[in-house]
């Protein structure tokens, strides 16, 4: 699992879309060209206990033909695939609507293909080499509504391909929406500072910054933190190479 121990590692606050809850079945679509990567992957979901698979793809393409006639809560999407790679698939599945939540897999260790995973609106971005304990646990966090990319990874992932993205500018009208205080936690938030360092910062209780974040995260439409540090860099709210 990626995660900084200063930012809490894997969490996040539950963001636009509905979070998986009670005993139900977390509902899992796999994305791959390779059979046996899928055939792999069932096998250890279907020995988890609490997730089914309720269909398969093996190009984006095809995923999204799929995720039209099944009921998915998250997407375990291969990177690198024909007629449609993954990226673009996630692009066009979180532009959709809050569901399903899409988990990035690659063999391809890149900070390119992470970047652009989770700029498509990826909740968590992971490598095929994790153990099967880790990507089930990926699996739950995000069906919950969280995050498992740690916001500091992605900051770094941003200040390195800033470049790429449209920047907004400071008086984005989604972001002008916010109270100062909440214009503020965000400011932190895209700095990569977790809820607790956040209240430490402004001497307030940890409970506090999250109901700060949650309203943060209803107002501007995002899913997570994750997004949410996107757009503190989309917005020129944090520049590249901005120290905490």
Known sequence: MTGDPGSGGMTGDPGAG???????????????????????????????????????????????RLLRTVETDVVVMDVRMPVLDGVEATRRICAAGPTPRVLVLTTFDTEAD??????????????????????????????????????????????????????????????????????????????GLSNAEIAGRLTVAEATVKTHVGRILAKLGLRDRVQAVVLAYETGLIRPGTTT
């Open 18 to 64: 509905a979070a998986v809850t009670g005993d139900a079945a977390i509902r899992v679509v796999l994305v791959d060209d390779q059979a046996l990567v899928r055939a792999g992957f069932r096998m250890v979901l279907d020995y988890s206990g609490d997730m089914t698979v309720v269909g398969e793809a093996g190009d984006g393409a095809e995923a999204l």
């Open 114 to 191: 992470a970047f652009a995973a989770l700029q498509a609106g990826a909740s968590g971005f992971l490598l095929k080499s994790v153990p099967p304990e880790d990507l089930l646990a990926a699996i739950r966090v995000i069906a919950a509504g969280d995050s498992v990319v740690a916001p500091r990874i992605t900051r770094r992932l941003l200040d390195r391909f800033a470049g790429q993205l449209v920047a907004a500018g400071p008086a984005a009208p989604a972001v002008d929406g916010l109270t100062d205080r909440e214009r503020e936690v965000l400011l932190l938030v895209g700095q």
